[in-house]
C-alpha cells in the first residue's frame, strides 16, 4: 500500500468552507476511485485550522490517479488560496496491517 499523511493548515476565515471542500473529496475518493482504501480526515484539537489527512492507496499509481479526479480537481481550485503556509506531507509504505488485509 502507498499511504499519505499530511498535515494542512487553512485560513481561519475559510476554514467551514475549506473542510466542506476537503470532505467532498475525501468521500469521492473512498467513493469512486478503485485505488483508494482510506481517506481520513482529522482535526487538530488544539488548533482548529489544521487538519491532518491519513490516505490509503492500492499503490503509487492509484494516488496519482487520485490527483486526476474530478472531486480532487475541484478541492484544488477551490481551497487554493486558502491555505496558512506550506503543506506538510509525507509518502510513507504500510507496514501494518498487511497489505492483504486492506479491502476495498
Known amino acids: 500500500m502507498y499511504v499519505i499523511i499530511a498535515k494542512i493548515k487553512m485560513q481561519a476565515e475559510h476554514r467551514e468552507a475549506f ?3 476537503m470532505l467532498d473529496d475525501a468521500r469521492g475518493s473512498v467513493k469512486d476511485e478503485l485505488g483508494c482504501y482510506q481517506f481520513d480526515v482529522v482535526q487538530d484539537n488544539s488548533d482548529p485550522n489544521t487538519i491532518y489527512l491519513y490516505e490509503v492507496y492500492k499503490d ?6 487520485h490527483t486526476q479526479a474530478p472531486h480532487y480537481l475541484r478541492w484544488r481550485n477551490t ?3 486558502w491555505f496558512d503556509g506550506p ?3 509525507g509518502r510513507c ?4 496491517p ?3 488485509r486492506w479491502k476495498k
Open 19 to 21: 473542510i466542506e471542500s
Open 60 to 65: 503509487e499509481a492509484a494516488f496519482n490517479a
Open 79 to 81: 481551497v487554493k488560496d
Open 87 to 89: 503543506t506538510v506531507a
Open 93 to 96: 509504505t504500510n507496514i501494518f
Open 98 to 100: 498487511e497489505d492483504s
